[in-house]
Structure formats: C-alpha cells, structure tokens
C-alpha cells in the first residue's frame, strides 16, 4: 500500500521521533491521518488475531518515552509493547544501551479493558526498572513468560497501585504488521508487528 510506504519513509531516519525536526513531525502527522482514513480494521479491539503478539515502536510523539534517551551515558534502544489478548494485559519493555554490562530495561505491565469498539482503557500494574543481566533479560517473550511465571527481579520491581495511573489508547489503524495508536496524553504510537 503506497500510503504505508509513504509514512514509513517519512518515520525512516527519525529513530522513533528522536531526531524528528518540526518539519517532517508535521510530515509524519499527516501521512499518520491519511493512513487512519484508510483502516482496514474498523473495529480494532474486536481483532484479537491482528492485535495479539509483540510490537516494535517506529514513531511516537510520547515524551515520556523519548525523554528515557535523556539519561546520562545511556541511549534508548528497542522499544515494545506486547499484547496478550487471553490475560487481557500488556507490557510495554524499552531496552536501554550504554556502557558495556550495564545494559538497563524499563517496563511496566498493565491490563486493558475494551471500551468501545476502538479505545482500550489501561492501567498499570507493576514496573521493573533494572539492568539486563541481572534481570536475565533475553528477550521480550522470555521476559514476559517469567513476569507472568510470577517471578520477582534483582531490580526495582515494584506494583503500581494508585487509581491514578491509568489511560487510554485508541487504535486507529490496525493491519497484520502495523498499527497506529493515540493515547490519552495526545501522543501517537506507531508500531510494527515482530
């Protein structure tokens, strides 16, 4: 699909947002809007074999995410966020790279409830926040399998239990390997399947 192409040429050479300029944010936005109109998957929460599995982060505008590039020494690797359609939960995990065995991984898990047709609501549940190799970080589905294993990390591995620290996120365009998202603090998501 040209307009897919078009967005993912634009996102190219950004590294998710980071080294976006005004200009081609302005750009990126408006390839985003053109493909929303084009969603082949009109009701996306009712999709669960295109939303179920590991998605890898292109683009976002969340500055809470681009800030973790911000931290002294390190840089902010490969971002996902991982649906479980089954246990209604979802785990965001971004690797963090810098100096060498002291790679860091911040992730926070959550359970999502439909609200309509397209938005979710989520609220977050546990954050980890500590270095890989005590962690025994692999990968993302290994991670998860241990998180859901019950396991309890050399890490600050703390629940999250304030009513507050919920959102939503609607999906605005969902196909077999991409999917756009816009969350409750006005950022867009823009995610490929792995």
Known sequence: ?????????????????????????????????TLED????????EAP????????LLYTTSKALLNLDRVPVYKLGQIY?????????VYNIAEIYGLPYLEGLVSVAAK?????????QVKFQRSIVGLQKLIGYTSPANFIQQI???????AIDV???????????DITYLDNDMR???????????????
């Open 1 to 33: 699909m040209l307009k897919k192409t078009a967005l993912l040429d634009a996102i190219a050479g950004t590294n998710r947002g980071l080294l976006a300029t005004q200009q081609q944010k302005q750009a990126i936005l408006a390839a985003i809007a």
């Open 38 to 45: 084009l969603n082949p998957t009109p009701r996306p929460v």
């Open 49 to 56: 074999n295109l939303l179920e599995g590991n998605w890898r």
């Open 180 to 194: 756009i998202g816009r969350g409750n603090e006005g950022s867009v998501f823009v995610l490929s399947k792995t």
């Open 81 to 89: 966020q991982c649906i479980r359609v089954e246990t209604t939960s």
């Open 159 to 169: 629940p999250i239990q304030s009513d507050t620290q919920t959102g939503w996120l």
């Open 148 to 154: 859901e294993a019950g396991k309890k990390f050399t």
């Open 112 to 120: 999502f409830a439909p609200v309509s047709e397209r938005r979710v």
